[in-house]
């Protein structure tokens, strides 16, 4: 067993490009993670990072190393979820991200409820509004909320969410309120964008007469961080771009008001994702009907 541990603190450490990163990932401390690969190492006799101070890459035998060592765990997991779903007691670890948003709204407070039905189940979960490599940061589910693209990861559909556009009514009543979405781009209306590297939306698609159109809006405010972005909102500082379940309290308050009400942006999915394999994995399976019903509840009764 230990040795099958050493292989995957050296997979993760592949991975996720260095000691640091594997060793949280796998709640171990740098020096026994660097331990477990040096136990490796002599056990193979070659060595199989090239180590600097500031970048450890795999050797050319590090390399190949990992393509076995990777299909090795694989096939372990594969083993160990199909006794699991024979025995009818799943267990072991998911590893799960999620927008910060829905991640601390609807995912993160419903962990432990899930942990109370499965107590041998453990959840690890990343909140980010950044993208995430799935694969290669050993991702089993995404929670994500967008205009899902084609992937090669299977998808299970939540519930398709309103998005509505929203400003604080003193800045409506500072700068007015827009006739039509064109005067978005040609007012000088401050949208309050998230953006972040690699993000690819610069723009915002309305639903209009002629159906969606893209608008290329912009403002002085841009953050990686959506709630940010509507705490600016709520500060009057322009008009946000969210789904209506997130910002719901805030317009029934009257704290932000719906802006072109006629022209809305186009409706997000909010689904899971994963790798196709992960499915057949029961504490997959449950954790993903479970987040399924409870996101579906939480958010009928935020809008109900």
């Known amino acids: 067993m230990a040795y099958l541990d050493n292989i995957a603190v050296f997979v993760r450490v592949v991975e996720l490009g260095n000691l640091s990163a594997a060793g949280r990932d796998m709640r171990l401390s740098p020096a026994v993670a660097s331990n477990r690969v040096k136990e490796l190492e002599r056990h193979l006799g070659v060595r199989l990072f090239n180590r600097t101070t500031r970048q450890l890459t ?3 035998q590090g390399r190949a190393f990992y393509e076995g060592a990777r299909k090795v765990l694989d096939a372990v997991q594969e083993a ?20 910060l948003g829905i991640g601390k ?3 993160a407070s419903g962990i432990p409820e899930f942990r109370d039905k499965y107590p041998e189940i453990e959840v690890r979960l990343r909140l980010s509004d950044h993208e995430v490599d799935m694969m290669r940061e050993g991702i089993d589910v995404a929670f994500k909320l967008g205009i899902l693209e084609n992937s090669s990861f299977r998808m299970r559909g939540i519930m398709e969410c309103e998005r509505v556009l929203a400003a604080a009514p003193d800045y ?26 690699g993000a690819r939306e610069h723009f915002w698609t309305l639903q209009t007469g002629d159906g969606p159109q893209k608008f290329e809006v912009s403002g002085p405010y841009d953050s990686d961080d959506g709630d940010v972005i509507t705490d600016w909102a709520l500060a009057g500082h322009g008009i946000v771009n969210k789904p209506r379940f997130e910002i719901e309290p805030y ?10 009400p006629q022209t809305p942006p186009v409706p ?15 504490k997959v399976r449950l954790l993903v009907d479970f987040m399924t ?5 939480m958010i009928g009764e935020i809008l109900a």
């Open 268 to 282: 997000v999915r909010l689904a899971a994702l994963y790798p196709h394999k992960k499915f057949q994995d029961p």
């Open 80 to 99: 160990e979820a199909s006794v699991a779903a024979l025995s009818g007691h799943p267990r072991g670890i998911i590893r799960v991200t999620a927008p």
């Open 172 to 197: 409506l009543a500072q700068r007015g309120e827009p006739a039509g979405p064109q005067e978005l781009v040609d007012g000088g209306y401050d949208c309050l964008m998230l953006r972040f590297p």
């Open 251 to 260: 317009l029934r308050d009257g704290r932000l008001k719906v802006v072109l």
């Open 293 to 297: 019903a409870r996101c579906q509840r």
């Open 105 to 107: 709204r609807l995912i």
């Open 58 to 60: 795999p050797t050319e």
